[in-house]
């Protein structure tokens, strides 16, 4: 598939045509988020010479400090999303509420939910970072468009992607059949097809896990992980290698193309939040990639994508990757 060259265009217009997946309205908005993406990754590329390292001094609805970067490419999704005439609003992490499309631009059917910058405390260090999406369709038993309606299942979701700004700039999608990988040729200027269907193997030697937070976690999570530790000579009998960059999209990114498995459990260092990522823009699209690449993600005891959402900002408990060894830990849990 790679050798003949197919661009995002070209993949997204055959998925329409061909497999009637997806709507030419959905095609047109999943383009630019492409472009938009495009534009976050000469930014983060520049770097200091652009002016774009560093803090901005203000707080998003997280309580989290936010990144001149978290800022812009925010700005950058909404500037390039607005005028299209294929949403009817926007939610991201660093807004406190959504953004209704202004009335001077058409209305469209979609909702567009994304973290911008994904791995903020990497930014300033060179370490790999993205934007993660996912896109829901609006119910249509109602004019206009309001928080609640974006308050629906993951398995709704209609696309989900994100964009990784590592050694290479690349685009991972799904919009329901299989997850294609596409890299940006920069001499083009387009994402080319480079992995038609990623695939993640059931069973797995790396986890992903802060060790830090170790004496916080609940006896399942600390379980399984004793046993990876053991290693041979442990209930696994294998030896476990383990892996944590900080930044979700590629730590996921590197379970899509290698396996492994990856946890941000609840803890108890604050026991009334269910976790620490959010469900809507973290969880939810990564973990539909997941599972549509031949993987789980569940919260420990339920599969995240049947979580019902209560609130736009809503925090989930993730374990997510090979298929296996996702099954194990929320058994761990359930027997618990
Ligand atoms: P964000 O930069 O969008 O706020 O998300 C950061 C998340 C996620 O990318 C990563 O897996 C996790 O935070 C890292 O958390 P720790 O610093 O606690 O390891
Ligand atoms: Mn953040
Ligand atoms: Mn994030
Ligand atoms: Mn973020």
């Known amino acids: 598939m790679a050798s003949q ?43 200091a010479l652009g002016g774009v390292l560093g803090t901005a001094g203000s707080e998003n609805v997280q309580g989290e400090v936010q990144k ?30 959504i953004y209704v499309v202004p009335n001077r631009y058409p209305q469209g059917e979609y909702l567009l939910m994304f973290d911008p ?32 309606d974006f308050l629906q299942a993951g398995c709704k979701q209609v696309a989900a992607g994100y964009c990784l700004y590592g050694p290479q700039t690349v685009l991972v999608l ?7 990988m596409f ?12 992995t038609d269907k990623m695939e993640i193997p059931a069973d797995t030697k790396e986890f992903a896990i802060n060790m830090s937070n170790m004496r916080h976690w609940d006896a399942p999570v600390k379980r399984y992980i004793d046993e990876c530790l053991a290693g041979k000579d442990g209930p696994r009998g294998k030896d476990f290698n383990m892996r944590w960059i900080a930044s979700m999209v590629t730590d996921v990114h590197r379970i899509l193309t290698r396996g492994g498995v990856f946890m941000y459990p609840w803890d108890k260092r604050e026991p009334e939040k269910p976790g620490k990522l959010r469900l809507m823009y973290e969880a939810n699209p990564m ?7 031949g993987g789980a993600a569940t919260n420990g005891r339920q599969r995240i994508l049947d979580i019902q959402p209560g609130k736009l900002h809503e925090r989930v408990s993730v374990v997510l990757g090979s298929k296996n060894e996702v099954e194990r830990v929320t058994q761990y849990h359930l027997e618990a």
């Open 117 to 148: 910058l994904d791995g903020s405390s990497n930014i300033d260090v060179n370490v790999s970072i993205g934007t993660i999406f996912s896109v829901l369709k609006k119910p249509d038993d109602h004019p206009g468009v309001q928080e609640a």
């Open 287 to 293: 973990a539909w990639l997941v599972e549509q690449a």
């Open 68 to 97: 001149k970067l978290d800022i812009i490419a925010n700005e950058v999704l909404i500037e390039a999303n607005e005028w299209g005439g294929h949403l009817a609003a926007m939610a991201s992490e660093e807004m406190d509420s």
């Open 5 to 47: 060259n197919i661009s995002l265009t070209r993949y997204l217009v055959e998925q329409q045509r061909v497999d009637g997946l997806i709507p030419g309205q959905l095609r047109l908005l999943l383009e630019v988020v492409a472009r938009a993406c495009k534009r976050i990754s000469l930014s983060v590329n520049k770097g």
């Open 183 to 194: 890299t940006l040729d920069r001499e083009q200027g387009s994402f080319i097809l480079t």
């Open 174 to 180: 799904t919009v329901g059949d299989g997850v294609a």
